[in-house]
């Protein structure tokens, strides 16, 4: 079962793997250096959010507290701002950045920002993905040799996860550009405020863009196996 097609595929894995895990390791330590900062606002990141949905109209969306790290998101079936512990009730820069951040996507919402619409529609069709592409992808490379077609449609399964999350990055970016420039606006974060909310919030992002290098260069490598295997 461990042919050289799959094994490269696993090595792919890996590389992305450790790659996501160097950023995902800076962005926690950015985020542990922001929370010890303290906005001169005094603002916690609850009251940051409140008065962020206040100024753009939005009156339906609650904020709620989250259990765990980084773990903020909004989730627009329940119209809920969620924040973790360590945002929602600190009053640091992380906590506003992230708190804005999270309002960026109710903000989103609430104007029919038209690429978050079309994440939500992929919703169901990923989660399905998800649940086969690991089973396709083990069936595909056990029979390369005889049906090296099951190998394209795993690369199209794999490809729905990439396009998922090449539409999630202009949702991403769009949300910190909202929050940034509402905090600044508002001069809830401004000059060194600014520059510390900023820099987390690229680091998030960071996260988000190797997700998306990661799927395509799956989907590309499953590709050039599956034409490797036809021409054969
Ligand atoms: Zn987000």
Known sequence: MMNAEYLGFMLIGGFFSIIGFIVSARLQSKFKHYSQIRIRSGLTGKEIAEAMLRHYGINDVQVIPAQGILTDHY?????????????????????AAVAAHECGHAVQHATAYSMLQLRSKLVPIVNFSAMTQQWLLIGSFMLI???????LITAIVFGVTALFSFVTLPVEFDASRR??????ESGMARGEEYAGAKDALWWAAMTYVVAAISALVMVVYLLLRYLGASRN
Do not use: H
Not at 145 to 151: A, E, G, R, S, Y
Not at 179 to 184: E, K, R, V
């Open 75 to 95: 989730n627009p079936a329940t119209k809920t701002v969620a924040l973790s512990e360590a945002v929602y009730a600190t009053n640091s820069i992380a906590a």
């Open 145 to 151: 040799n005889t049906v090296p077609q099951l190998l």
């Open 179 to 184: 929050a940034l420039a509402w905090l600044n």
